[in-house]
């Protein structure tokens, strides 16, 4: 059930992603044409990958990372928030196998999807490490890029991050779904996220022996009606992340749409991060 509830929502969030941005209750688009947003592209092991950049460089670099499906686009409102950019630099990506330029180059690995954004990391200019942001997948993506570069990272804000391995169930007809007709009329983005998400369980079970290596400031935010990513995985976080003292936060009546539907909580955790950092 869980499933198929994921899939009708990830087809709703991949046509919105994949033409105007994905932007619930907020109807600030992004015109690049007619915007100083720089949109940009960068190469690393043969493959290009786009990212949407704002603010001053000298500033603490925050890197935006979006779940399955979506692009650097999910995140346009914050690339437009007054108050982060004042102390940031703002960088939202598309992770690989999205955007317009690797568009359906899927990859499976997490290792090697936070070994992909790690480029990014050279933007930053100031004196502060990297904070980064990851909603839903781009949440075990940002934990894993902590874990293999922990002298870049300062801080993690994860939410509804799919974490936990035992929380990852891949029946039967799941796998079928990969083959069924209905792929066949899906967005491109979502056929991506399904190919994604069915290794999951044994890409988060390969990550547990690192969790140890994480020993900066780490807040997560779920949603305790949250039907697509349990909220038992800030419990999973608590237990695993025995080097640093996650905040967590239980948002109640909130759903998997944290990142639309409770920004000036998320704005308020990045903003406390750099606070810890700086003092």
Request: hydrophobic share 35%.
């Amino acid at each position: 059930m869980r499933y198929l509830k994921y899939l009708i929502i990830t087809i709703i969030c991949g046509v919105c992603t994949s033409n105007t941005g994905f932007s619930l209750g907020n109807s600030n688009k992004i015109d690049v044409r007619n915007s100083d947003f720089e949109l940009q592209t960068y190469t690393h092991k043969g493959r290009t990958l786009q990212y949407m950049q704002k603010g001053d460089l000298d500033k603490p670099l925050v890197l935006l990372v979006h779940g399955a499906p979506g692009s650097w686009k999910v995140f346009e409102s914050y690339l437009q928030d007054k108050q982060l950019l004042k102390r940031f630099t703002l960088i939202s990506v598309s992770r690989p196998g999205y955007g317009e330029f690797d568009s359906g180059n899927y990859e499976q690995s997490i290792k090697q999807q936070a070994n992909f954004l790690s480029p990014l990391l050279e933007k930053n200019h100031s004196n502060h490490r990297t904070i980064l942001v990851g909603h839903s997948y781009g949440g075990p993506v940002v934990s894993r890029m902590a874990m293999d570069y922990p002298d870049k990272i300062g801080g993690l804000v994860l939410i509804a991050p799919a974490l936990d391995p035992s929380s990852e169930k891949m029946e039967w007809y799941q796998r079928a779904a990969g083959f069924s007709p209905l792929m066949l009329i899906t967005p491109k983005s979502i056929r991506i996220a399904h190919r994604e998400i069915r290794p999951l369980k044994e890409e988060l079970n390969k990550m547990l022996p690192y969790w140890s290596k994480i020993r900066i400031p780490v807040t997560l935010i779920h949603g305790d009606k949250d039907q697509l990513v349990p909220v038992s995985n800030a419990e999973f976080a608590r237990k695993v992340l025995v080097n640093t003292n996650p905040r967590i936060l239980k948002l109640s009546h909130e759903s998997h749409a944290i990142p639309w539907t409770r920004p000036k909580i998320i704005r308020a955790a990045i903003l406390d991060i750099l606070n810890q950092l700086e003092n």
